[in-house]
T-cell receptor, first 113, second 117 residues
Framework: NAGVTQTPKFQVLKTGQSMTLQCAQD?????MSWYRQDPGMGLRLIHY???????DQGEVPNGYNVSRSTTEDFPLRLLSAAPSQTSVYFC????????????FGPGTRLTVL | AQSVTQLGSHVSVSEGALVLLRCNYS??????LFWYVQYPNQGLQLLLK??????LVKGINGFEAEFKKSETSFHLTKPSAHMSDAAEYFC???????????????FGKGTHLIIQP
């Protein structure tokens, strides 16, 4: 199993540009989530999905869109990049059930100029 | 709603010394608790988890944690620190539902463990 994969690993954008961060998992997990990690802020939940066709907002959803058309894929779209979105983004997945561990991707380091 | 507090954003210990990373939680129902580790420039990976089977939980790399309900704590320990333990450590609490802007999993803000030679 590849686990959770993310592309790209690094990205530099200019303010106002849009892009999609890709996330895929091959473990047939129901839950998928996107987090951003900033110094001193820990992990903050952006959006999550409890199954194909179902998404919901997390703690910091503004400026981001998601969709979940398949169990495997959960892309994160930046609509109009802003310098405040400079961060490291992690995608994660887990099985439904509170005792199941979260599996994380390797992260995407995004810089917005 | 649940919450997780990790005391100390940075903890420094000497190589060979005891490692103690503190985690306190609040939860209205019996929680499931996790410790994750993040090595530099990597994603998070599971160290250990508490699922009510035993209060003392052993994880990878010699780490263990004890669930203390009366203290609402789940502190992480390792008897002897190694240079390779330098990393960011996150405590997390999980509840059996999602919604309200959360996917059922709440993370602490993390503790950066520094190992002095």
């Amino acid at each position: 199993n590849a686990g959770v994969t993310q592309t790209p690993k690094f990205q530099v954008l200019k303010t106002g540009q849009s892009m999609t961060l890709q996330c895929a998992q091959d473990m047939n997990h129901e839950y998928m989530s996107w987090y951003r990690q900033d110094p001193g802020m820990g992990l903050r939940l952006i959006h999550y999905s409890v199954g194909a066709g179902i998404t919901d907002q997390g703690e910091v959803p503004n400026g981001y869109n998601v969709s979940r058309s398949t169990t495997e894929d959960f892309p994160l779209r930046l609509l109009s990049a802003a310098p405040s979105q400079t961060s490291v983004y992690f995608c994660a997945s887990r099985r439904q059930g509170p005792y199941n561990e979260q599996f994380f991707g390797p992260g995407t380091r995004l810089t917005v100029l | 709603a649940q919450s997780v507090t990790q005391l100390g954003s940075h903890v420094s210990v000497s190589e060979g010394a005891l490692v103690l990373l503190r985690c306190n939680y609040s939860s209205s129902v019996p929680p499931y608790l996790f410790w994750y580790v993040q090595y530099p420039n990597q994603g998070l990976q599971l160290l250990l988890k508490y699922t009510s089977a035993a209060t003392l939980v052993k994880g990878i790399n010699g780490f263990e944690a004890e669930f203390k309900k009366s203290e609402t704590s789940f502190h992480l320990t390792k008897p002897s620190a190694h240079m390779s333990d330098a990393a960011e450590y996150f405590c997390a609490v999980s509840l059996p539902y999602s919604g309200g802007g959360a996917d059922g999993l709440t993370f602490g803000k993390g503790t950066h463990l520094i190992i002095q030679p």
